[in-house]
Protein backbone atom coordinates (compact mmCIF):
# COMPACT_ATOMS: atom_id res chain seq x y z
CA UNK A 1 0.00 0.00 0.00
CA UNK A 2 1.67 3.32 -0.94
CA UNK A 3 2.02 5.59 1.91
CA UNK A 4 0.92 9.34 2.13
CA UNK A 5 2.65 11.53 -0.41
CA UNK A 6 3.27 15.66 -0.56
CA UNK A 7 3.73 17.21 -3.49
CA UNK A 8 5.79 19.50 -4.19
CA UNK A 9 8.75 18.26 -2.09
CA UNK A 10 10.79 21.85 -1.98
CA UNK A 11 9.48 25.08 -2.82
CA UNK A 12 10.62 28.47 -2.82
CA UNK A 13 9.02 31.73 -2.66
CA UNK A 14 8.84 35.70 -1.69
CA UNK A 15 6.63 37.92 1.28
CA UNK A 16 3.83 38.18 0.19
CA UNK A 17 3.11 35.31 -2.29
CA UNK A 18 0.83 32.60 -1.64
CA UNK A 19 1.33 28.96 -1.54
CA UNK A 20 -0.77 25.82 -2.01
CA UNK A 21 0.82 22.66 -0.94
CA UNK A 22 -0.93 19.06 -1.60
CA UNK A 23 -1.19 15.88 0.65
CA UNK A 24 -2.50 12.24 -1.05
CA UNK A 25 -3.25 10.06 2.50
CA UNK A 26 -3.14 6.52 2.40
CA UNK A 27 -5.68 4.78 0.31
CA UNK A 28 -8.59 4.19 2.90
CA UNK A 29 -7.34 6.67 5.04
CA UNK A 30 -9.97 9.64 5.37
CA UNK A 31 -8.26 11.73 8.15
CA UNK A 32 -5.83 14.38 6.97
CA UNK A 33 -4.07 16.67 9.15
CA UNK A 34 -1.52 18.77 8.53
CA UNK A 35 1.96 19.81 10.81
CA UNK A 36 4.35 22.79 10.53
CA UNK A 37 7.73 21.43 12.06
CA UNK A 38 10.41 24.35 12.69
CA UNK A 39 13.68 24.65 14.61
CA UNK A 40 12.56 27.30 16.98
CA UNK A 41 8.89 25.61 17.43
CA UNK A 42 9.27 22.51 16.95
CA UNK A 43 6.27 19.93 15.52
CA UNK A 44 3.14 21.99 16.13
CA UNK A 45 -0.35 21.26 14.73
CA UNK A 46 -2.08 23.44 11.68
CA UNK A 47 -5.82 21.46 11.50
CA UNK A 48 -7.28 18.35 10.58
CA UNK A 49 -9.83 17.19 8.21
CA UNK A 50 -12.50 14.54 8.02
CA UNK A 51 -15.13 14.25 4.93
CA UNK A 52 -14.06 17.51 3.83
CA UNK A 53 -15.03 19.42 6.97
CA UNK A 54 -12.00 20.56 9.47
CA UNK A 55 -12.80 19.01 12.96
CA UNK A 56 -9.62 20.50 14.39
CA UNK A 57 -7.94 23.89 14.56
CA UNK A 58 -4.55 24.70 15.70
CA UNK A 59 -3.43 27.86 16.72
CA UNK A 60 -2.54 29.59 13.93
CA UNK A 61 -3.49 33.12 11.64
CA UNK A 62 -6.23 32.74 9.17
CA UNK A 63 -3.98 33.07 6.61
CA UNK A 64 -2.96 29.32 7.10
CA UNK A 65 -6.59 27.68 5.35
CA UNK A 66 -6.91 23.90 4.35
CA UNK A 67 -9.38 21.88 2.38
CA UNK A 68 -10.27 18.62 1.80
CA UNK A 69 -11.49 16.65 -1.30
CA UNK A 70 -14.37 13.95 -1.86
CA UNK A 71 -11.49 12.06 -2.24
CA UNK A 72 -9.76 12.63 1.01
CA UNK A 73 -6.57 14.35 -1.00
CA UNK A 74 -6.03 17.92 1.16
CA UNK A 75 -4.44 20.83 0.22
CA UNK A 76 -3.37 23.82 2.44
CA UNK A 77 -2.99 27.04 1.40
CA UNK A 78 -0.65 30.24 3.03
CA UNK A 79 -1.19 33.60 1.60
CA UNK A 80 0.92 36.65 2.06
CA UNK A 81 3.55 34.55 3.08
CA UNK A 82 6.04 35.69 5.89
CA UNK A 83 9.74 34.61 6.57
CA UNK A 84 8.45 32.89 9.59
CA UNK A 85 6.51 30.58 7.37
CA UNK A 86 10.02 28.63 6.21
CA UNK A 87 9.32 25.36 7.38
CA UNK A 88 8.66 21.63 6.94
CA UNK A 89 4.88 21.08 5.92
CA UNK A 90 4.07 17.74 7.19
CA UNK A 91 0.92 16.05 6.62
CA UNK A 92 -0.22 13.03 8.10
CA UNK A 93 -3.64 10.66 7.37
CA UNK A 94 -5.17 8.39 9.66
CA UNK A 95 -7.85 5.92 9.46
CA UNK A 96 -11.28 6.65 11.63
CA UNK A 97 -11.73 4.70 14.78
CA UNK A 98 -7.40 4.42 14.78
CA UNK A 99 -5.35 6.69 16.80
CA UNK A 100 -2.28 6.44 14.47
CA UNK A 101 -0.92 9.11 11.95
CA UNK A 102 1.25 7.92 9.16
CA UNK A 103 2.88 10.96 7.81
CA UNK A 104 4.67 12.12 4.66
CA UNK A 105 7.84 13.18 3.62
CA UNK A 106 6.66 16.67 3.99
CA UNK A 107 6.95 19.80 2.00
CA UNK A 108 10.09 22.09 2.66
CA UNK A 109 9.07 25.61 2.06
CA UNK A 110 11.69 28.66 2.17
CA UNK A 111 10.50 32.17 1.97
CA UNK A 112 13.03 34.61 1.17
CA UNK B 1 -4.03 21.15 27.90
CA UNK B 2 -1.91 18.06 27.17
CA UNK B 3 1.59 18.28 27.11
CA UNK B 4 4.94 16.10 26.72
CA UNK B 5 8.46 16.98 27.72
CA UNK B 6 11.23 15.02 26.03
CA UNK B 7 14.28 15.02 29.12
CA UNK B 8 17.46 15.81 27.06
CA UNK B 9 17.50 17.23 23.27
CA UNK B 10 21.00 15.53 22.33
CA UNK B 11 21.82 11.62 23.48
CA UNK B 12 25.08 10.39 22.82
CA UNK B 13 25.60 6.64 22.86
CA UNK B 14 28.53 4.24 21.80
CA UNK B 15 27.66 1.57 19.06
CA UNK B 16 26.45 -1.48 21.18
CA UNK B 17 25.23 0.89 24.28
CA UNK B 18 21.78 1.04 25.61
CA UNK B 19 19.83 3.85 24.39
CA UNK B 20 17.37 5.35 26.65
CA UNK B 21 15.24 8.30 25.45
CA UNK B 22 12.73 10.17 27.72
CA UNK B 23 9.55 11.25 27.17
CA UNK B 24 7.17 12.15 30.59
CA UNK B 25 3.19 13.30 29.27
CA UNK B 26 0.90 15.68 31.30
CA UNK B 27 -2.81 14.78 31.13
CA UNK B 28 -5.92 14.32 33.16
CA UNK B 29 -6.59 10.56 31.36
CA UNK B 30 -3.78 8.25 30.18
CA UNK B 31 -3.80 9.44 26.70
CA UNK B 32 -2.26 7.19 23.64
CA UNK B 33 1.24 7.56 23.15
CA UNK B 34 3.55 7.26 20.31
CA UNK B 35 7.04 7.61 19.32
CA UNK B 36 8.45 9.00 15.97
CA UNK B 37 11.52 8.96 14.24
CA UNK B 38 13.12 11.38 11.72
CA UNK B 39 15.82 10.92 9.46
CA UNK B 40 17.61 13.90 8.26
CA UNK B 41 15.17 15.36 5.28
CA UNK B 42 12.33 13.00 5.79
CA UNK B 43 8.93 12.46 7.09
CA UNK B 44 8.23 10.52 10.54
CA UNK B 45 7.87 7.39 10.73
CA UNK B 46 6.48 5.26 13.62
CA UNK B 47 8.34 3.52 15.92
CA UNK B 48 5.31 2.05 18.46
CA UNK B 49 2.62 3.13 19.95
CA UNK B 50 1.16 2.46 23.16
CA UNK B 51 -2.85 2.55 23.23
CA UNK B 52 -4.12 0.77 26.43
CA UNK B 53 -3.42 -2.95 25.40
CA UNK B 54 -0.16 -3.64 27.25
CA UNK B 55 1.90 -1.06 28.67
CA UNK B 56 5.12 -3.10 27.61
CA UNK B 57 4.97 -1.54 23.75
CA UNK B 58 8.10 -3.29 21.03
CA UNK B 59 8.28 -1.72 18.03
CA UNK B 60 10.73 -1.71 15.26
CA UNK B 61 14.61 -1.97 14.50
CA UNK B 62 14.61 -3.32 18.06
CA UNK B 63 13.01 -0.40 20.58
CA UNK B 64 10.48 -0.86 22.92
CA UNK B 65 8.91 1.38 25.36
CA UNK B 66 7.43 1.16 28.88
CA UNK B 67 3.78 3.47 29.40
CA UNK B 68 4.11 4.03 33.25
CA UNK B 69 1.49 5.88 34.94
CA UNK B 70 2.52 6.38 38.14
CA UNK B 71 5.50 8.34 36.79
CA UNK B 72 3.16 9.56 33.50
CA UNK B 73 6.44 8.89 31.52
CA UNK B 74 7.08 6.94 28.29
CA UNK B 75 10.59 6.47 28.03
CA UNK B 76 12.19 4.60 24.36
CA UNK B 77 14.41 1.63 24.40
CA UNK B 78 17.15 -0.21 22.95
CA UNK B 79 19.72 -2.72 24.43
CA UNK B 80 22.13 -2.22 21.82
CA UNK B 81 22.55 0.91 19.81
CA UNK B 82 23.36 0.41 15.89
CA UNK B 83 25.19 3.35 13.51
CA UNK B 84 22.20 3.67 11.53
CA UNK B 85 19.86 4.50 14.63
CA UNK B 86 21.06 7.78 14.28
CA UNK B 87 18.16 10.31 14.12
CA UNK B 88 15.71 12.64 15.83
CA UNK B 89 13.19 10.82 17.97
CA UNK B 90 9.86 12.48 18.65
CA UNK B 91 7.81 11.47 21.63
CA UNK B 92 4.30 13.01 20.92
CA UNK B 93 0.63 12.12 22.78
CA UNK B 94 -3.61 12.85 21.85
CA UNK B 95 -6.71 11.72 23.81
CA UNK B 96 -7.79 9.88 20.99
CA UNK B 97 -12.12 9.91 20.12
CA UNK B 98 -12.32 12.47 17.54
CA UNK B 99 -9.48 14.23 18.52
CA UNK B 100 -6.84 13.85 15.97
CA UNK B 101 -4.16 16.45 17.09
CA UNK B 102 -0.78 15.53 17.71
CA UNK B 103 1.06 16.59 20.64
CA UNK B 104 4.74 16.18 20.34
CA UNK B 105 8.10 16.66 22.48
CA UNK B 106 10.52 19.08 21.24
CA UNK B 107 12.53 15.87 19.67
CA UNK B 108 15.78 14.03 20.98
CA UNK B 109 18.37 13.67 18.63
CA UNK B 110 19.98 10.74 19.02
CA UNK B 111 24.16 10.59 17.68
CA UNK B 112 25.97 6.91 17.91
CA UNK B 113 29.84 6.59 18.14
CA UNK B 114 31.71 4.30 16.41
Known amino acids: KAGVTQTPRYLIKTRGQQVTLSCSPI?????VSWYQQTPGQGLQFLFE???????NKGNFPGRFSGRQFSNSRSEMNVSTLELGDSALYLC???????????FGPGTRLLVL | AQSVTQLGSHVSVSEGALVLLRCNYS??????LFWYVQYPNQGLQLLLK??????LVKGINGFEAEFKKSETSFHLTKPSAHMSDAAEYFC????????????FGKGTLLTVNP
Open chain 2, 50 to 55: YTSAAT
Open chain 2, 27 to 32: SSVPPY
Open chain 1, 27 to 31: SGHRS
Open chain 1, 49 to 55: YFSETQR
Open chain 2, 92 to 103: AATSGGSNYKLT
Open chain 1, 92 to 102: ASSFIGEETQY
